[in-house]
């Protein structure tokens, strides 16, 4: 633990002093005490989440407290809430050397059975007015308390052994559970220290999942391995992310593309939210692709520019813009130091131009990388190609260096008229039209072209939608015309996940997954 968090190894060794009590600001404002942890002790502030705050002596005592109780559970399910107590229980659980299986509150009852039955933890750790769902409250419960007390004992760890287990989403069937080791969480959480010049002065704050790679291990673990702080909002509000980032002296935001439209669409009649936006050093999106137009709201309302950054559940962080790298809508930067990365053709070719049009898979490989499915053998094997991870994303990559994301092999690769088209640059393109709030694209058969474009849309305007050809004429101006959509369908909303990204599976009539 102390390897991953060097900032709790130097917290006091004893039971430090009295918890903050509910709504009680931690003793070191992160503003005040913006010096690095060796000089500002244990007492910096760590996490904020609602009523809870605490400092890292706090942080470190809490989990403390549960360390004696983890250690012959094996593994420990966590009910990943978006509070503090998924905080604590998640670092007692690596203070323990045990791998720690979040779990989301709104997953449902057959997907619940298969994690549960999967990765056959031994405890759960919950809050005390937690109400847990059958499976789960068969197991053994300790409910987390974040001001509970006890002394700071660091277990002997191996960088290889497993920290925490993610399941997937399980579009393609039952979830599979990622194993994420130490060395991965460490590689992946260091070279984005080089890339956003991430440092011990930085407060972050974020209303992210705790369940999920994005909130929990960037959004939390990130700011904890830096010796920072995190201002995690429980849920996401427009007003809170303009007041943690004012007067809670926030840095930095991470969010995901819905968040940011949000942001984006309040910031003509909302100057405070300006001023705050413009006040962070690092504004940073994932999970899904950011609009351009969005890009281009918030850059001309406060002169910030929105970071993209990629990666999945098996493979951690992969890509990002760097910190002043400029304006870069629609690329989600280089590799991240120590990955290496290629784009293969469907035979497994290497495409060795970066001509930004050749579209591929990405396959990558390096220290960031999940160890195996659990109980998976076969799948782990598969996903591989020699000791390149596929990631079944399709991706253009720039002369320099630089990767622009198109979509997922599975869903957005439409192949039509012999051409191979990353649904997103449509998307992007669509999104690009006044009349367009929303947009997906897929393809489905067609017995001339073998695909055709579909686009999905949501108007702005409900009661007055676009005509279908003016918005393929929109497209065929922007790109070129054999990526006009050749269909046109009008929802009220698209399909999506707890994470933003849109569940094209979900369309209506749709077949592709």
């Known amino acids: 633990m102390s390897a991953l968090f060097p900032a ?14 509910a709504g009680q600001v931690p003793s070191a404002d992160p503003v005040a005490s913006a010096g690095p942890v060796a000089s500002a002790g244990g007492g910096r502030a760590a996490l904020w989440c609602g009523a809870d705050a605490l400092t890292y002596d706090e942080l470190a005592a809490a989990a403390g407290a549960l360390v004696p109780r983890l250690r012959d ?38 997907e619940l059975a298969h994690i549960v039955g999967d990765s056959a933890p031994g405890l759960v750790l919950a809050g005390a007015e937690d109400d847990l769902p ?10 987390v308390d974040v001001r509970a007390r006890g002394p700071l004992a660091v277990e002997p760890e191996s960088a290889e052994s497993a920290a925490l287990i993610v399941y997937t989403s399980g579009t393609t069937g039952p979830p599979k559970g990622v194993v994420l080791s ?43 391995r830096r010796g920072g702080s995190v201002r995690h ?19 930095m935001l991470f969010g995901v593309p819905t968040m940011y439209h949000r942001l984006a669409d309040a910031l003509d009649e909302d100057p405070a939210l300006v001023r705050a936006l413009r006040g962070a050093r690092l504004l940073v999106s994932g999970s899904a692709a950011l609009p351009v137009r969005d890009h281009e709201r918030i850059a001309a309302a406060t002169g910030r520019q929105v970071v993209e950054r990629y990666g999945m559940t098996e493979t951690l962080m992969l890509t990002s813009v760097r910190v002043g790298a ?19 053709e469907e035979d497994g070719t290497e495409i060795g131009k970066d001509d930004g049009e050749t579209v591929g898979e990405i396959q990558v490989r390096g220290p960031n990388l999940f160890t195996e499915y659990l109980n998976r053998p076969d799948a782990t094997a598969a996903a591989f190609d020699g000791d390149w991870f596929r990631t079944g994303d399709m991706a253009v990559r720039d002369p320099d260096g630089s990767v622009r994301i198109v979509g997922r092999k599975a869903t957005d690769l439409i192949k039509s008229g012999g051409y191979k088209i990353g649904a997103g640059e449509i998307e992007n393109a669509l999104l690009d039209h006044p009349a367009v709030r929303e947009a997906a694209v897929t393809g489905e058969p067609d017995p001339d072209l073998g695909e055709r474009i579909v686009a999905w849309v949501v108007p702005a305007d409900t009661e007055r939608p676009p005509a279908a050809e003016e918005l393929a004429g929109h497209v065929a101006a922007l790109l070129a015309s054999h990526k006009r959509p050749r269909v046109v369908r009008f929802l009220p909303a698209l399909p999506r996940n707890d994470m933003g990204k849109v569940l094209k599976k979900a369309l209506p009539g749709s077949d592709r997954g």
Not at 10 to 21: H, N, V
Not at 233 to 251: H, I, K, Q
């Open 73 to 110: 559970a094996g593994r420990v399910a966590v009910w990943a809430t978006p509070t503090a107590r998924t905080a604590v229980a998640v670092v007692a659980a690596l203070l323990a050397g045990v791998p720690a299986v979040p779990v989301n509150p709104r997953t449902g009852a057959r």
């Open 182 to 224: 130490r060395r991965a969480i460490a590689a992946s959480l260091d070279a984005l220290e080089e890339a956003w010049a991430w440092t011990a002065d930085d407060v972050l704050v974020h209303a992210l999942p705790l369940f999920h790679v994005h909130g929990l291990i960037l959004g939390v673990l990130g700011p904890l």
């Open 326 to 344: 400029g304006p870069r809508p629609g690329s989600v930067g280089p590799p991240l130091r120590g990955m290496e990365l290629r784009l293969v």
């Open 134 to 143: 059958p499976g789960l409250a068969d197991l053994d419960r300790i409910d």
């Open 233 to 251: 909002l429980g849920t996401f509000s427009v007003r809170g992310v303009a007041e943690a980032l004012g007067e809670g002296g926030g840095t």
């Open 8 to 21: 709790l190894a130097a917290a006091p060794a004893g039971p430090p002093g009295p918890a903050a009590s």
